[in-house]
């Protein structure tokens, strides 16, 4: 089945051009079942590009999804057309007030990880999004800074700065094949990776969390969180294929130093196209994580936080 988007959302014809079943609001209306619910807390500066890549992960599914797309209540983007925000995005004050619950909800990164987890201006917020979670969402998934916020506020687990990024399509190992998140994946598979801070093995496994996918190059990739209902990702396997490609021309033009990132370019040549070696493991774990919500979320979205999880 589709994802259901605003006909005026610009993932709307980016997902119809690339053959992504798209609903809009008018036809779902019009069919006899409850479509999930899941909300994308973008934090991300580029927001249509976020928007797109993880709408064309969650509309990937057999099943009808009702995106919905939050940002921070008092933060204001520099990087997106202020039009774009009115039109499609609410506040998290707002959507709180309303009382509304989603099935599953997606916290992204966000460009801060040199900032103690305090000083980011809107940490406050983030910290009762997080809390809020716990009655309004059934699962939540929370992807590279998100996920270390996420696993800082609930479990304390600290992010360590690294010397240098890691940078790169990093080979990562499966540790939980019987996992029903990695249902279908193979035992090794290629993940994008982007990020100056790490998540160590020690800290998480003093924090009793299961660790799902791990890399010896990069550490821990995937937790999950069965108290909290929530998965944690570090690494990207949201990223379109020229997605390293665009951090690295951006910082080579801006004169930063950079590494050219590791097993992406046929032969480490930035000369030459990438290429995309992580999109049928990104679809599977997208996929298992909605089938998984719809297994187990509660059809009456009022007891979503209050009911006992199906089995």
């Given amino acids: 089945m589709p994802i259901k988007l605003p006909a005026d959302l610009p993932a709307f014809d980016v997902l119809t051009g690339e053959g992504v079943m798209v609903m809009s609001e008018d036809a779902a209306a019009r069919q006899d079942i409850r479509p999930l619910r899941i909300g994308l807390l973008n934090l991300m500066p580029k927001k249509i590009q976020t928007e797109n890549q993880f709408a064309r992960l969650i509309g990937a599914t057999p099943l009808q999804i009702?995106?919905?797309?939050?940002?921070?209540?008092?933060?204001?983007?520099?990087?997106?057309?202020?039009?774009?925000?009115?039109?499609?995005?609410?506040?998290?004050?707002?959507?709180?007030?309303?009382?509304?619950?989603?099935?599953?909800?997606?916290?992204?990164?966000?460009?801060?990880?040199?900032?103690?987890?305090?000083?980011?201006?809107?940490?406050?917020?983030?910290?009762?999004?997080?809390?809020?979670?716990?009655?309004?969402?059934?699962?939540?998934?929370?992807?590279?800074?998100?996920?270390?916020?996420?696993?800082?506020?609930?479990?304390?687990?600290?992010?360590?700065?690294?010397?240098?990024?890691?940078?790169?399509?990093?080979?990562?190992?499966?540790?939980?094949?019987?996992s029903p998140y990695l249902r279908g994946f193979s035992d090794d598979m290629v993940i994008p990776v982007s990020r100056w801070t790490e998540i160590r093995r020690e800290d998480v496994d003093k924090a009793g969390l299961p660790i799902l996918i791990d890399s010896p190059e990069t550490g821990p990739c995937l937790i999950e969180d069965p108290c909290h209902r929530a998965l944690y990702i570090f690494n990207h396997f949201e990223y379109d294929s020229g997605t390293l490609k665009e951090e690295y021309d951006r910082d080579v033009a801006s004169g930063k130093p950079i590494n050219v990132p590791a097993n992406y370019y046929p032969n480490d040549n930035p000369a030459l196209p990438p290429q995309n070696r992580w999109r049928s493991h990104a679809h599977l774990l997208y996929g298992n994580w909605i089938n998984e919500i719809y297994q187990t979320t509660a059809f009456d979205l009022s007891l979503i936080g209050t009911a006992p999880v199906r089995a």
Wanted: hydrophobic share 40%; net charge negative.
């Fill in 66 to 178: 009702e995106f919905s797309l939050i940002r921070m209540s008092e933060h204001q983007t520099k990087n997106t057309a202020a039009e774009h925000m009115e039109n499609f995005y609410r506040p998290f004050a707002e959507v709180a007030d309303t009382g509304e619950k989603f099935d599953g909800l997606i916290i992204t990164g966000a460009p801060i990880e040199h900032l103690p987890y305090e000083e980011v201006t809107y940490w406050d917020e983030l910290t009762q999004v997080f809390d809020w979670t716990q009655s309004h969402v059934h699962s939540t998934f929370g992807v590279c800074w998100g996920g270390m916020a996420m696993i800082y506020h609930f479990h304390g687990v600290p992010k360590h700065m690294l010397e240098a990024k890691a940078f790169g399509a990093v080979r990562h190992h499966n540790l939980a094949p019987a």
